[in-house]
Nanobody
Framework: HVQLVESGGGTVQAGGSLRLSCAAS????????MGWFRQAPGKEREGVAA??????YYGDSVKGRFTISRDNAKNTLDLQMNSLKPEDTAEYYC?????????????????WGQGTQVTV
């Protein structure tokens, strides 16, 4: 049974930093695509970043500010968020894909965490 549990959200001033973490369990982790999505009130869920093996992908709005990383030994996925802006305020979700597909598309992912709130 796959489980994804996010942590690290909170409230931060504009220009500040936060680090989100996703603890994953229930599968062999190494080669699957994992990503971070976010959803602000009244908006659609959008892809923030994803990682497959050593390849990383970022949404245009976060490039140069956010960094995604994974630790296969610990089964964790992190998102380091720097230079945060008010428009980064959203619920952030960790997701896992067992197959292929565009990294930024919700339908690519099979499992989702419950989310963690980030307020800037």
């Amino acid at each position: 049974h796959v489980q994804l549990v996010e942590s690290g959200g909170g409230t931060v001033q504009a220009g500040g930093s936060l680090r989100l973490s996703c603890a994953a369990s229930g599968y062999t982790y190494d080669n699957f695509c994992m990503g971070w999505f976010r959803q602000a009130p009244g908006k659609e869920r959008e892809g923030v970043a994803a990682i497959v093996s050593r390849m990383t992908y970022y949404g245009d709005s976060v490039k140069g500010r956010f960094t995604i990383s994974r630790d296969n030994a610990k089964n964790t996925l992190d998102l380091q968020m720097n230079s945060l802006k008010p428009e980064d305020t959203a619920e952030y979700y960790c997701a896992l894909s067992k197959g292929g597909g565009a990294w930024s598309r919700e339908g690519t992912y099979d499992y989702w965490g419950q989310g963690t709130q980030v307020t800037v």
